[in-house]
T-cell receptor, first 110, second 115 residues
Framework: GQQVMQIPQYQHVQEGEDFTTYCNSS?????IQWYKQRPGGHPVFLIQ?????EVKKQKRLTFQFGEAKKNSSLHITATQTTDVGTYFC??????????FGGGTRLMVKP | DGGITQSPKYLFRKEGQNVTLSCEQN?????MYWYRQDPGQGLRLIYY???????QKGDIAEGYSVSREKKESFPLTVTSAQKNPTAFYLC??????????????FGDGTRLSIL
């Protein structure tokens, strides 16, 4: 079945450093979604990418969708303590479901 | 305010006991989902429902059961057959089940522990 892998599993950064998480799917995706889960909270939808090679920005966050639509990345510039949490990518599966990656947990040292 | 309400926030289960987790949404969404999240792990799909009176098993359905008698409600029962139920349970919904471009909206979750 479809698998979605994320690396790294954990990342510690000093506040102000950049951070990147990578997402790879075993199958071509029609779109990819990114979610953020704060510690103790629930996943919250951040963004969706649909087109091959698409790049979208939200303030300090930059999302990319690979040309082959099998991988994606999330890059945070100059991390802040408010960026702490786990970032998940998710790809559609069988039309009705989402397959989530294992997530990358970001910890930021002030 | 529209949203998804899960209750209770914390739940304790005794050995051999069935417990039911509630999930209610007022977003008028057709599709609803139940996920299990273990500490430091991703989300695994337990059950999902695209329409009232219909539901399908996800990747880890064994030891769980659901019902979808109303559009707004999708309760999950953790049965005594689930030997390792301690986890964080998340309910989610989506407006159109067949439209993969729609995001999922999550409730605040229920933390279940064994006594």
């Amino acid at each position: 079945g479809q698998q979605v892998m994320q690396i790294p599993q954990y990342q510690h950064v000093q506040e102000g450093e950049d951070f990147t998480t990578y997402c790879n799917s075993s199958t071509t995706l029609s779109n990819i979604q990114w979610y953020k889960q704060r510690p103790g909270g629930h996943p919250v939808f951040l963004i969706q990418l649909v087109k091959s090679g698409e790049v979208k920005k939200q303030k300090r966050l930059t999302f990319q969708f690979g040309e082959a639509k099998k991988n994606s990345s999330l890059h945070i510039t100059a991390t802040q303590t408010t960026d702490v949490g786990t970032y998940f990518c998710a790809g559609p599966h069988a039309g009705n479901m989402l397959t989530f990656g294992g997530g990358t947990r970001l910890m930021v040292k002030p | 305010d529209g949203g998804i309400t899960q209750s209770p926030k914390y739940l304790f289960r005794k050995e051999g006991q069935n417990v039911t987790l509630s999930c209610e949404q007022n977003l008028n969404h057709d599709a609803m989902y139940w996920y299990r999240q273990d500490p430091g792990q991703g989300l695994r799909l337990i059950y999902y429902s695209q329409i009232v009176n219909d539901f399908q098993k996800g990747d880890i359905a064994e030891g769980y059961s659901v019902s979808r008698e109303k559009k707004e409600s999708f309760p999950l029962t953790v049965t005594s057959a689930q030997k390792n139920p301690t986890a964080f349970y998340l309910c989610a919904s989506r407006t159109h089940p067949g439209d993969s471009n729609q995001p999922q909206h999550f409730g605040d979750g229920t933390r279940l522990s064994i006594l």
